[in-house]
């Protein structure tokens, strides 16, 4: 008896320091050819493993792509950009042990954003502590925001009312075609909970009654299960909270296997995600499924596609699998380059009091002008929608946008 | 009510692919004594053999176990005799935790070069049919899953308890020393029993990339789960192996419908206070443990 236990405690203590020494790898890309003055150093905190890979991934793509056409114009006050990512291992822990070392070891120059608010929170207390702005593009999160940090600067859309734009689709609606109810599962992430009890508020205000509110992990092993009772609820929408495709996937095969097809089915992230996106769900279950967010690839914005036809150059593909971090990441070199050439300066005092003046801003995803806590407010929100392997802009109404597909196609189409 | 069975059946189906995935781990500490952290990589790996097979070659992943099952065993057999079999010494448990990491890094850095980060998952048409049976839908991918752990559990109970093979490594996991005085070549049977373990691992894994978007990362969540099922089941038992998932994936799925925040937290507090009350787990039996 006692051997068993003490191997069970050995077991368990010597697994324990296994977990703990996981550690952080990093790599550095150079922006362009060397030049005599003394390069730029620009540093970033990047989930290229975990939870947040993929997007990791493709923000990497992004800020690479950004420095690689700032150098050929000549980098930054006439110095080339380099740029230093570590890997964070999807872990805000790792994220902010990142920053120290990019801030006292890499001495970096200048920091941007790493993926997800759930890491750029932390973060950002961490360039505040040494007075770095961080300019980043996926932390649009109320939590984000609510230490009120003066240095951090989201170019991308503010998450909370980014689903407003379905919930006044819903609203426009006569009163014999609006959906009667509507589930919402939500994962435990600081992106997700705000939009989905969001959505809950304003469409139970319209009339249409919530079968489903859940808060879940985001663990793929406990997709199925949830998915399940939210298929058995048969709610007309589903509103998804999910930060990652396995998540949006999981429920899909969930619901196909339940022979669940909602009229209208939103997901938080996920299918804003290409190439990347269809791969995980197939060709043949995404018709019909909606996604908010600030771009997409087949943007009118003339930034917008000269910098898909380069990533198109590099990457292949089509535009719409240009995955939507790929142009927040872009979005935020862009403003980051702004800021240097009107302050002629890499100060950071000098950048933080420069974006705060309210001077509006352009960039792939359209405008940028921030308010005191650093959001976004010239951002405008649209919702995508998959269409026959097409990843369209359906709302709001007009503007570029096409016809809802409603109700959403059967899957397997 | 309909939402309690739902979460029955879904736990008793996905019960059945964990035991699928954690036979190996638990039969491969049954005979040789190592906790194979490598366990949740091997899943992922044989889910990407699945996968390439599929994507690239179209051969239907189910149909693909006639190759995968074979490479498993071979990587198996290899990976005893590259790294296990050094391990002697009073601290080879604890040793093997390290070496088996150690692999399970190797592997992962493989996937990682050869396929990317990014998610992957493949659909066979059972992989999202379903037959409709008293109000339920049951998956096929998921009865599927439930056929290959029955069939893959009694067919490791029958190769123990009813071949010449199986009483060897029966008596290897009861005395090592006893088994070599009696003739029995210990490390054949240990490369075979690393093999198999690996091979069953396969099975596992083609279902869980036909139920799950998987990366290299996947094993991290998998090793922790399978890991908490065998210690549960009592270490090297295969039955206990079976009864554990059942009641573990069952007791998370009931939990999910009222709160799925805590859902992982009920899933390992069911595992300390079972162990508290019995530390061999379910089925575990020190007796034949001790060596």
């Known amino acids: 008896m006692i051997s068993h236990r003490a191997r069970f405690l050995s077991v368990g203590i010597t697994a324990a320091v296994l977990a703990a020494t996981l550690a952080a790898c990093s790599s550095s890309s150079s922006g362009g050819k060397s030049h005599n003055k003394k390069p730029i150093l620009i540093g970033a905190s990047l989930s290229q493993s975990g939870q947040f890979s993929a997007d990791g991934q493709a923000f990497k793509r992004g800020y690479e792509l950004w420095a690689k056409d700032q150098n050929a114009a000549g980098g930054l006050l006439g110095r080339q950009i380099h740029l230093t990512f570590l890997n964070d291992n999807s872990s805000p822990t790792t994220a902010t042990t990142n920053y120290q070392t990019l801030i006292n070891v890499k001495h970096v120059d200048l920091t941007i954003g790493p993926f997800s608010s759930l890491l750029t929170a932390p973060s950002a207390t961490v360039a505040h502590r040494y007075n770095y702005a961080l300019v980043e593009g996926a932390g649009g999160a109320p939590s984000v925001f609510a230490t009120k940090l003066n240095n951090v600067f989201d170019v991308s859309l503010p998450v909370a009312a980014s689903l407003l734009p379905m919930i006044n689709w819903v609203a426009s609606l006569p009163a014999s075609k609006r959906p009667a109810t509507a589930a919402f599962p939500t994962s435990n992430d600081p992106f997700t909970q705000p939009q989905v009890q ?10 249409v009654k919530s079968v489903y509110y859940k808060v879940f992990p985001e663990e793929p092993t406990q997709i199925k299960g949830i998915a399940d009772q939210v298929a058995a609820k048969k709610a007309a929408i589903v509103v998804l909270g999910a930060t990652a495709i396995p998540t949006v996937s999981g429920f899909t095969q969930a619901f ?15 299918p804003d995600q290409g190439a990347a996106y269809l791969k995980a769900v197939g060709h043949y279950n995404n018709d019909g499924v909606m996604v908010p967010n600030a771009w997409f690839g087949g943007s009118p914005n003339p930034q917008s596609k000269e910098m898909v036809a380069d990533y198109i150059a590099k990457y292949h593909g089509t535009a719409s699998g240009v995955n939507a971090d790929v142009a927040e990441a872009y979005s935020v070199g862009q403003v980051l380059t702004q800021a240097v050439e009107a302050t002629h300066s890499i100060s950071n005092a000098k950048i933080i009091a420069y974006l705060h003046q309210g001077v509006t801003l352009q960039s792939v995803q359209g405008p940028v002008r921030f308010n005191a806590l650093g959001e976004n407010l010239a951002a405008t929100a649209f919702v995508f929608q998959w269409q026959k392997n097409n990843f369209v802009q359906v709302l709001p109404p007009g503007t570029g946008s096409v016809a809802v597909e409603f109700p959403k196609a059967p899957w397997g189409m | 009510m309909a939402q309690f069975l739902q979460a029955v059946v879904d736990g008793v189906l996905g019960g059945a692919v964990y035991a699928l995935m954690a036979a190996g781990l638990t039969l491969i500490f049954g005979v040789m004594d190592i906790i194979n952290i490598a366990q949740g990589i091997l899943v992922v790996l044989a889910a990407y053999l699945s996968y390439a097979l599929s994507v690239h070659l179209h051969i239907d992943p189910l149909l693909g176990l006639l190759i995968t099952v074979p490479a498993m065993f071979v990587l ?33 850095g493989a996937l990682y070069q050869a396929f990317g980060s990014t998610p992957v998952g493949y659909l066979p048409s059972y992989a999202i049919k379903s037959v409709h049976i008293f109000g339920f839908y049951l998956p096929y991918i998921y009865l599927i899953g439930f056929g290959l752990a029955a069939a893959a559990l ?11 093979f199986g009483r060897s490594v029966r008596a290897t996991m009861q005395d090592k020393v006893a088994a070599r005085l009696v003739g029995i070549n210990v490390d054949r049977v240990a490369a075979l029993t690393f093999g198999i373990g690996v091979a069953v691992t396969a099975a596992g894994g083609m279902v869980f990339g036909a139920t799950n978007t998987f990366n290299p990362d996947s094993g991290y969540d998998l090793i922790s789960r399978l890991l908490s099922i065998v210690i549960l089941g009592g270490l090297g038992s295969i039955a206990g192996a079976l009864v554990a998932a059942l009641f573990m994936v069952t007791a998370e799925e009931i939990v999910n419908i009222w709160q799925p925040t805590w859902a992982t937290a009920v899933y390992y507090a069911v595992l300390v206070i079972v162990l508290l009350v019995r530390p061999t787990g379910l089925l575990g039996k020190r007796e034949a443990r001790a060596q």
């Open chain 1, 198 to 207: 969001f959505a809950k508020q304003k469409l139970t205000a319209l009339g």
């Open chain 2, 154 to 164: 009694a067919a490791i109970y029958l190769m123990l308890y009813r071949t010449k």
């Open chain 1, 256 to 270: 196909i296997q339940a022979h669940y097809n909602p009229k209208v089915f939103i997901a938080t992230a996920g």
């Open chain 2, 76 to 108: 198996g057999v290899a990976i005893e005799w590259a790294f296990m079999r050094r391990l002697r010494g009073r601290e080879r448990v604890a040793m093997s935790l390290l070496v088996s990491y150690a692999v399970a890094v190797i592997i992962e």
